[in-house]
């Protein structure tokens, strides 16, 4: 690849979660990097400062890519965005990877503009979509069956009023903005105490996670990594709540030869030749880290180094994913 000349970027809008951390864990940083959750473009700049040779940055949002145009270009030919999903990193990238790096937390810039219906404070549509493709969060809330809302509350927000809330939900259809379904679940819950969430953050994370399926996004993601990472490339994953962790820690885990003997939500499996071996422990933000983002304080850190096996294929039953069927949705 040819070099460029380097010219000096402006500041970064912001720093994103574990950069440091992240940096010291895949050190030396050398060759090509695939940043396959681009957002504001923080980590694919500190790959590029740390001495990544190039960083393919990767996003299905046209925004990231609107936002990168006034400082991309200073970085010449050793940064190339293309827009998609993780999930299908090895072939957007075109080459053996030395390195891949997955952010899975919202980006700031989606969760500010109302317009995008992520966020319970600003009245918005109902959109919730990373992209511009697919079901919005208003089809599901206005056309899925109550079961099938009530699953998707519980299993990937982790909600234990699910029910209660599915049934304001389908009592009150339409609901066509954020602020009025917020308001539906706050009135199915306890008035929060002073220090907690606001009452729809579960809702408003099991919506988006269905909307978008970032689970089966992440499985694909992670096995698309394992495709194509060279033997002694880096595959380093940043997650922002516990079942995004537990799905990448029971993946590394299983890819790595660790799956363990098993339970009833991740059965034993088959012993085969690792195709990764785990670099060090989880890691979280330190207090310096957390006095100035508070929003990393669930953010977890894992890493991992391809080996010269032959990819795979993670057994879902392993992964503890749940399958919810929306049956209802467009009736």
């Not at 990231?64 to 999903?85: C, I, K, N, S």
Request: with cysteine.
């Amino acid at each position: 690849m040819a070099a460029t000349a380097r010219a000096t970027p402006p500041e970064p809008p912001h720093i994103p979660v574990l950069l440091g951390p992240l940096l010291k864990a895949v050190a030396p940083v050398t060759g090509l990097w695939l940043d396959g959750t681009f957002g504001a473009g923080g980590y694919a700049r500190g790959l590029l400062e740390a001495g990544a040779t190039s960083v393919i940055g990767v996003d299905r949002d046209p925004l990231a890519f609107e936002l990168a145009a006034d400082w991309a270009g200073a970085y010449g030919d050793r940064l190339r965005l293309v827009p998609g999903t993780f999930s299908e990193l090895d072939h957007l990238a075109g080459a053996p990877l030395d390195g891949v790096v997955l952010d899975l937390g919202m980006s700031s810039m989606q969760i500010d503009t109302a317009e995008r219906g992520f966020s319970f404070q600003k009245d918005g549509p109902l959109d919730m979509r990373m992209g511009s493709e697919g079901p919005t969060a208003a089809d599901i809330v206005n056309h899925a069956t109550e079961a099938a809302l009530a699953d998707i509350l519980y299993h990937y927000g982790e909600e234990r009023a699910s029910r209660r809330i599915a049934r304001a939900i389908v009592a009150a259809r339409p609901i066509e903005t954020t602020l009025q379904l917020a308001a539906i679940v706050a009135r199915c819950l306890p008035r929060p105490k002073p220090g907690q969430s606001n009452p729809a953050t579960r809702s408003f994370q099991a919506l988006r996670i269905a909307v978008n399926d970032e689970f089966g996004q992440l499985v694909q993601g992670l096995e698309a990594a394992e495709r194509a990472l060279k033997p002694g490339g880096k595959l380093a994953v940043v997650s922002f709540h516990s079942m995004e962790d537990r799905v990448v820690k029971r993946f590394l885990q299983a890819r790595s030869g660790g799956g363990g003997g098993g339970s009833r939500y991740a059965p034993e499996q088959a012993a085969t030749a690792p195709a990764f071996t785990l670099v060090g422990k989880a890691t979280g933000p330190d207090a310096a880290e957390l006095a100035q983002n508070p929003r990393a304080r669930s953010a977890r850190l894992r890493v991992a180094m391809r080996t010269e096996a032959p990819a795979g294929r993670a057994e879902r039953s392993a992964l503890g994913l749940p399958e919810i069927a929306l049956k209802g949705l467009g009736e």
